[in-house]
């Protein structure tokens, strides 16, 4: 079955690069769309983006411009990356894999999710 | 962006209980609406796509209906596994948004 496992570091400093990876087993990654979403501590879940199939991205504007993900087709991995982080960002951050049929699309296969603290 | 509100924020009820949760869009999502539900400490798991398809392994005891804005998740005799926070989803406008979730708990 298809599984997602995201990976990175647990903690980073205010002002850092948030570096995160998603690896995809039981999917290519070139057959589906692939999102990121986060979840504050005690919060809601916010949507920040996602690649396609062809490694095209959309992002939410709400993060001006700070985020960017990119595919690793070599590895069926892929990324997200997140500068200038804040203590505002610390979150779990999860991966999913976003199927679609005419008329919707939605996040099936999630990854278990990896909890960011931003700290000095 | 469209706002997504859910209704109640939380709510206390016992098993064996039917229980109604309510979503409204901020505009007109046609059928891009789907449904998540998440445990405390795990990740969200799709429940309903396109309005009111059931995922593959969800019990029949859910069921959703809605069209354009207003939209509604039922559980019509709540099991002790089904205690946990309940998202609604809409994904026909960038950026995809949620609503605030609704918290099932038990009496």
């Known amino acids: 079955q298809v599984q997602l496992q995201e990976s990175g570091p647990g903690l980073v400093k205010p002002s850092e690069t948030l570096s995160l990876t998603c690896a995809v087993s039981g999917a290519s990654i070139s057959a589906y769309s692939w999102a990121w979403i986060r979840q504050p501590p005690g919060r809601g879940l916010e949507w920040m983006g996602y690649?396609?199939?062809?490694?095209?991205?959309t992002y939410n504007p709400s993060l001006e411009g700070r985020v960017s993900i990119s595919p690793y087709t070599s590895e069926n991995q892929f990324s997200l990356k997140l500068t200038s982080m804040t203590p505002a960002d610390t979150a779990v951050y999860y991966c999913?894999?976003?199927?679609?049929?005419?008329?919707?699309?939605?996040?099936?296969?999630w990854g278990k999710g990896t909890t960011v603290t931003v700290s000095s | 962006d469209i706002q997504m509100t859910q209704s109640p924020s939380s709510l206390s009820a016992s098993v064996g209980d039917r229980v109604t949760i309510t979503c409204r869009a901020s505009?007109?999502?046609?059928?891009?609406l789907n449904w998540y539900q998440q445990k405390p400490g795990k990740a969200p798991k799709l429940l309903v796509y396109?309005?009111?398809t059931l995922q593959s392994g969800v019990p029949s005891r859910f069921s959703a209906t809605g069209s354009g804005t207003d939209f509604t998740l039922t559980i019509t005799s709540l099991q002790p596994e089904d205690f946990a926070t309940y998202y609604c989803?809409?994904?026909?406008?960038?950026?995809?948004?949620f609503g605030q979730g609704t918290k099932v708990d038990v009496k």
């Open positions: 690649i396609d199939f062809a490694g095209n991205p």
């Open positions: 989803h809409q994904s026909l406008h960038f950026p995809w948004t």
């Open positions: 396109a309005i009111s």
């Open positions: 505009q007109n999502i046609r059928d891009y």
């Open positions: 999913a894999r976003v199927d679609s049929i005419p008329g919707d699309e939605f996040m099936d296969v």
